[in-house]
């Protein structure tokens, strides 16, 4: 690939440096991503449209999706998701076109828009199957996949809405499909993928007794092959599937077993709660010092993961359900008649941690405060602009001017915006009037011109974006301005300076800054 790089056929530079970036990034290499991704935009525009080289493009914006989505930023993998699907439609390359519509689904199950996945790899299984001839060779694994992908979407359909029980029986559905398939010749892997998901179906519908063989053929079929990511995902599941099943000793073998694999650093919600769960355990079989042990660990842990960022604290800290596991494991220290003296001691450290957390929260809440305020003032940065135009006083002269005024509120509630066909022309096309009076319109009511209203819509949409999602903010500022439709990054700085008084890298300094104070 650093070869490819070198060379002077611009289709093939920009193929390297994507794949590089790929590969990096899965491998988990240090290396500057900026400068990687900076080079990718400065050649990809430069490859021609045309039939030569409509399937370099697909490969190339397939990878740089896999990146993003790697890297968790969803928005940028999807939009080069649908790029790349575009480019397989025109080829009309049905392999391809499998390829990338799974692809999209499991980005919509990721940021959970979820019936757009559901849609999306129904879509696709109707392609597979009828294009069985096309598929050749292809044809099984992409028909095995895109069933295994409809039955983790349904799941998660499940998972979001578990009265709806129809979405569990759905996936079974699919998984059955599977097994009762011979052609599909699965792998142990592949098996173990198909008894996961049947297991999680039948957890997620509570049949708990239905999903507990299931889950052990999972873990059988990962141990053969030693895949511990999901040996790792099947124990923790299969813990969680024996508590509710009130399978106290074989929940606290399988939470052992998922501390027992874990080997890297890296913390998440499952490692976390597994700790919080055996402490859960070691209380309800009445052993304090095992209890103690596990909660303080995962005391530890929590605040490890508060200092590194690394955890969505929300989903997997609830201070009540903390609270509450704390009093249990009190109550086992005041039966315990042989340790009189630790109870004292006990109270005496609990007290002093009362108080001097007291003491810290009461310093915490006032500094939240303070940062939240000066949060608030720095996201009202763009509020002056909307002051301007909201005490617009609005004189409606007659029918078709308001028929105006209506068209341009639908094209803002809309988005429409932010498609690449906006201007002058086609709003005014739109909104079934001619240039001249749309521009008289906006500049009465908006004081500005059409490119100066269109800026500000724009504008304001990404500072929205900064505002209320972490993922947009660690994209570049190339990416960013992408999401308003300005293809040049300095233009976008620019501009966006002018709006708000400072660059988008400085505003979205000053909002981490005052949301770490926040944490």
Do not use: W
């Not at 240090?30 to 525009?45: M, T, V």
């Not at 499991?106 to 879509?123: E, F, M, S, W």
């Not at 129809?166 to 198909?194: A, E, P, R, T």
């Amino acid at each position: 690939m650093r070869q490819l790089q070198s060379v002077d056929n611009h289709s093939f530079k920009t193929f390297a440096y994507a794949a590089s970036l790929y590969l990096k990034t899965r491998d988990k290499y240090s290396f500057n991503f900026e400068a990687n991704n900076d080079s990718i935009h400065k050649y990809l525009p430069k490859i021609q449209e045309n039939n030569k080289n409509y399937s370099m493009l697909f490969d190339i914006h397939i990878l740089l999706g896999n990146t993003y989505k790697r890297r968790g930023q969803m928005k940028a993998a999807l939009d080069n998701y649908l790029k790349a699907e575009n480019y397989a439609l025109i080829i009309n390359d049905v392999e391809r076109i499998v390829k990338i519509k799974g692809n999209v689904a499991l980005v919509y199950q990721g940021i959970r828009q979820l019936d757009n996945a559901l849609n999306q790899i129904i879509t696709t299984y109707k392609i597979v199957e009828n294009n069985k001839v096309r598929l050749g060779k292809k044809y099984n694994s992409r028909k095995f996949q895109t069933l295994l992908n409809t039955s983790a979407i349904y799941n998660s359909l499940l998972q979001d809405n578990n009265k709806n029980l129809q979405y569990g029986d759905s996936s079974i559905h699919c998984l059955n499909k599977i097994l009762s398939d011979k052609d599909l010749k699965l792998s142990k892997f592949k098996y173990g993928q198909v008894y996961r998901n049947l297991a999680t179906a039948y957890s997620l519908k509570k049949e708990y007794a239905q999903a507990e063989p299931f889950f052990q053929k999972s873990i059988e079929y990962f141990s053969e092959i030693n895949a511990q990511a999901d040996l790792y995902n099947a124990f923790y599941n299969t813990g969680v599937n024996y508590l509710e099943m009130n399978n106290l000793h074989k929940s606290k073998d399988a939470f052992q077993e998922v501390l027992r694999i874990k080997q890297d650093t890296l913390l998440d919600p499952n490692y976390v709660n597994a700790h919080k769960y055996l402490s859960e355990i070691y209380v309800q079989q009445n052993n304090k010092d095992s209890a103690s042990y596990y909660f303080t660990k995962h005391q530890k842990i929590l605040e490890q993961a508060t200092k590194e960022q690394q955890l969505e604290y929300e989903k997997i800290f609830s201070a009540d359900e903390t609270y509450q596991l704390k009093k249990k494991i009190d109550s086992l220290e005041k039966v315990n008649s042989e340790n009189k003296n630790m109870i004292i001691v006990s109270l005496i450290l609990l007290i002093a941690i009362i108080v001097t957390s007291t003491i810290i929260i009461y310093k915490n809440v006032k500094e939240k405060r303070n940062a939240k305020s000066r949060l608030r003032q720095l996201l009202d940065i763009p509020k002056e602009i909307e002051k301007e135009t909201n005490n617009q006083k609005l004189v409606i002269k007659d029918e078709h001017h308001a028929e105006v005024i209506e068209g341009l509120i639908k094209i803002e509630k809309k988005l429409f915006f932010l498609k690449e066909e906006f201007n002058l022309y086609t709003t005014a096309k739109k909104i079934g009037t001619n240039t001249t009076y749309l521009s008289k319109i906006i500049r009465e009511h908006k004081k500005m011109t059409f490119s100066e209203y269109s800026n500000d819509l724009k504008i304001k949409y990404i500072v929205e974006k900064l505002k209320t999602d972490k993922t947009v903010r660690a994209y570049t500022t190339q990416a960013i301005g992408e999401i308003g439709g300005y293809k040049n990054a300095k233009s976008f700085t620019r501009i966006f300076k002018k709006y708000t008084g400072i660059t988008p890298f400085q505003f979205i300094d000053k909002i981490e800054t005052e949301l770490e104070k926040l944490n």
